[in-house]
């Protein structure tokens, strides 16, 4: 005769209602989330962690919180905790870029991809550039600036922090971090993500949690930027033709900003832990995303003080958004599709020390020359070039290059969000209707950049 195993079970509500304390192995099963906790028999069930299919082994990276990650279940828990088991080793080139060489420490077997629906929380894409970005940079470090991919930086003014891609070369850390260095004393700042409708739609109207790691480093005897809040914000009016500068007014310290128009916080942002020299991993869960109309969905995190010391440092890194109550162990993505997600609002192309071509096209007159560049991703729509004319050259093979004077997206009819084409213009001394090669001046870290950001 067969015997029937059956868990201790109900729904997420009702579980939340009772809040029991499960007995040391003992199984609770949410029938309409498909996830399940195990009980140590001390801990109530709100404050235990799901059990899940991601486990992160010899966990020396999780924090300062000692807490194990364990991604929530599905309806494919079971199959993927007996099939996966896929580990991400030795992660130490620039493609993998997950956590430098070192020994193993994370098999992902989640059977949730794509839980994360925050593009570049890793930090580890930086196609204008690792920085540091300064008011001496192209782009410079003014408030409301795209700098790192899909982070835009948001401050009580222009020149408050330069900011920079950070790496760290050991394991027990986050590879990669976005460090805001502070340039001048005492102003509030922050960095902002904005998700575009077609990713948002499946956050809203559900149950969100945000999670991300923070530190600060001193300039002084004591750490100066220390304090810090979070929020999910959702945007209520045509979708995608967002604000990006979502703060009106910055307020006093202790405050939260005054949020333009359209904009509203999710949850109520409050004082976080106070910020160490040590990674700490920060986490506001079962956030509803519940305002009406909402089309947009955006990550802001930013300094909640105004005696802040200038050469002080504050760094963030993994950050993730989620579906579901509680917050999760952070989703690393391949560098291959973390670099196309990104691609899809900003193609930067950086030049060499050598005149490498860029794009292929014909000359129409002796001043002017059309090439075409393919993009390697469908972009979000036509986009818009980023660019110094003066960077560049036309280049026929024969003749020792043309200077470009002006650089432009030519008339929307021959580009679309696939291949763009390029009209350049020289001074005199084109062929025409020879092909040209457009190419870098032969100086390096020359950035062009083909963007469709929100």
Same mark, same amino acid.
């Given at each position: 005769m067969g015997i029937n195993i059956q868990f201790r079970r109900g729904t997420t509500a009702e579980w939340t209602a009772a809040n029991p304390i499960l007995a040391a192995g003992e199984v609770g099963f949410e029938t309409d989330m498909y996830r399940l906790k195990v009980g140590d028999g001390v801990t109530e069930w709100d404050d235990l962690d799901y059990y899940g299919a991601a486990i992160l082994l010899d966990e020396t990276a999780g924090g300062t919180d000692g807490e194990t990650a364990k991604a929530p279940s599905s309806n494919v828990l079971f199959d993927a905790l007996a099939a996966q088991t896929t580990a991400l080793t030795n992660h130490a080139g620039a493609e993998t870029g997950i956590h430098g060489a070192g020994?193993?420490?994370? #098999?992902?077997?989640?059977?949730?991809?794509?839980?994360?629906?925050?593009?570049?929380?890793?930090f580890y894409i930086a196609q204008k550039g690792a920085g540091p970005?300064?008011?001496a940079t192209t782009p410079v470090n003014n408030d409301d600036t795209y700098l790192l991919d899909r982070w835009t930086l948001l401050s009580d003014g222009n020149d408050i922090v330069d900011v920079s891609q950070e790496t760290s070369a050991t394991i027990t850390n986050p590879l990669f971090n976005? &460090?805001?260095?502070?340039?001048?004393?005492?102003? &509030?700042?922050?960095? *902002?993500?904005?998700?575009?409708?077609?990713?948002?739609?499946?956050?809203?109207? =559900?149950?969100?949690?945000?999670?991300?790691?923070?530190?600060?480093?001193?300039?002084?005897?004591?750490?100066?930027?220390n304090a810090i809040r979070a929020a999910v914000l959702s945007w209520n009016s045509t979708a995608d033709a967002v604000t990006s500068d979502v703060v009106n007014v910055w307020d006093a310290a202790g405050?939260?900003?005054?949020?333009?128009?359209?904009?509203?916080?999710?949850?109520? !942002?409050?004082?976080?832990?106070a910020l160490t020299e040590a990674w700490q991993t920060f986490? *506001?869960? /079962?956030?509803? *995303?519940?305002?009406?109309?909402?089309?947009? %969905?955006?990550v802001f995190i930013w300094t909640d003080d105004v005696t802040i010391d200038v050469g002080d440092f504050l760094h963030?890194?993994?950050? =993730?958004?989620?579906? /579901?109550?509680?917050?999760?162990?952070?989703?690393?993505? !391949?560098?291959? =599709?973390?670099?196309a997600l990104c691609q899809r609002y900003c193609f930067g192309l950086t030049t060499v020390a050598l005149a490498e071509n860029i794009a292929f096209g014909l000359a129409a007159s002796t001043t002017?020359?059309?090439?075409?560049?393919?993009? !390697?991703?469908?972009?979000?729509?036509? !986009?818009?070039?980023?660019?110094?004319?003066?960077?560049?050259?036309?280049y026929d093979t024969v003749n020792a290059g043309t200077d470009v004077t002006a650089?432009? *997206?030519?008339?929307?009819?021959?580009?679309?969000? #696939?291949? %763009?084409?390029?009209?350049?213009? #020289?001074?005199? /001394?084109?062929? =025409?209707?020879?092909?040209?090669?457009?190419?870098?001046?032969?100086?390096?870290?020359?950035?062009?950049s083909i963007a469709s950001e929100l």
């Open positions: 020994t193993n420490n994370l #098999v992902n077997t989640s059977g949730i991809p794509n839980r994360n629906a925050i593009i570049n929380g890793s970005f300064t008011s976005i &460090k805001l260095d502070i340039e001048t004393a005492n102003k &509030k700042f922050g960095i *902002i993500t904005i998700l575009e409708n077609k990713d948002s739609r499946r956050l809203i109207n =559900q149950t969100v949690s945000l999670s991300f790691k923070a530190k600060g480093t001193k300039v002084g005897a004591a750490l100066t930027v405050t939260n900003p005054t949020l333009v128009a359209n904009w509203t916080y999710e949850n109520v !942002p409050a004082a976080l832990s986490k *506001i869960e /079962g956030i509803a *995303i519940d305002t009406a109309s909402a089309a947009n %969905v955006a963030i890194a993994e950050v =993730q958004l989620e579906i /579901g109550p509680k917050a999760t162990a952070f989703e690393y993505r !391949p560098f291959k =599709q973390e670099l002017v020359a059309y090439v075409s560049l393919w993009l !390697p991703v469908v972009m979000r729509g036509v !986009p818009a070039l980023v660019a110094t004319a003066t960077d560049y050259k036309l650089l432009v *997206i030519d008339d929307k009819t021959m580009s679309n969000n #696939v291949m %763009v084409t390029l009209k350049a213009t #020289v001074a005199s /001394g084109l062929t =025409q209707y020879r092909p040209y090669y457009l190419v870098g001046d032969g100086t390096g870290n020359r950035v062009l």
